[in-house]
């Protein structure tokens, strides 16, 4: 048998192959939806969200984490089907993301937290910007015990967190936080892990993430970030949660985004402490107070 004769059967070999692969390939790209992105949304719905959807429909929602960026980026690059996010779409950080299409679904509150032994219960904005300022340095001059402050941050200034620290109490998206090298972490859940460690920690990370840490949450400026509080808008630290997808997303991903929003969906979302977005769109006007683009 010549080489030519035995490379043809080997390609209609695979062919054939393929062709019986490509059906229930088919079936399970159909029931399954790969979701990537910020930690606090996951810990916010996305969990509760996908158990349920998967008992309704019998489409499974695997979850990744990543940050807010990965989750408009994997989106826009199709390496995600669907992305969680805390901040909106940045163009000018990376043009893929001029093409993410944002669908808001909840309000979280960001919150201060502390270690549960530390017995400070309510700090200023004043206070909070001096701390990651580095003009106040040690808990003493907050009311606290004679320690020095350990300021945990998210390294880069884009994620979901940081870049909403930045912007509603600097409205400077480039400021730099007075911390050392050590506490900048990754994610939000090594930060919260060092707080639930120290006594002497202190970050802001998302209440719906916090409220599953065994650390302090204080309040700001007297007001503390209840449900109530944040629906009503009287605790002044909240932002959207969106699902992210691209502009023409698939039929699959188009229902559960529907489902994310819709009666059923809102109410999974309140069960868990967390706001839904149309129950409170009057905080729309005050994030634009802020100069954030909430499209």
Known sequence: MGLARVVHMLVAVFVVVLAYQTPAQAIESESIINWAGCGITKKAFMAELAKAYETKTGIKIQLKGGGAT????????HSSDMGGSCRMSLPG????????SLHPVAWDALVIIINKKNPVKNLSRKQVQ????????NWRQVGGKNMPIQLYVRRGKISGVGYAIRQYLF???NIEFKTSKRNIKRSS???????????DAIAITGVSSARKRNVKIIS????????ENVKNGSYGLYRPLYLVTTPTPSPKVKRFVAFARSKEGRKIIRENGTVPYMDAPHLMSKMLIYGFDVR
Request: net charge neutral.
């Open 93 to 100: 950080e990376d043009r893929s993301e001029l093409h993410a």
């Open 189 to 199: 859940g090594p930060i919260e892990r060092s707080v639930e460690k120290r006594v």
């Open 220 to 227: 700001m400026d007297n007001k503390s970030p209840t449900y």
């Open 70 to 77: 990965r989750g408009i980026r994997d989106t826009v690059k």
């Open 130 to 137: 001096d701390i990651y300022l580095g003009k106040i340095t």
């Open 171 to 173: 409205a400077d998206s």
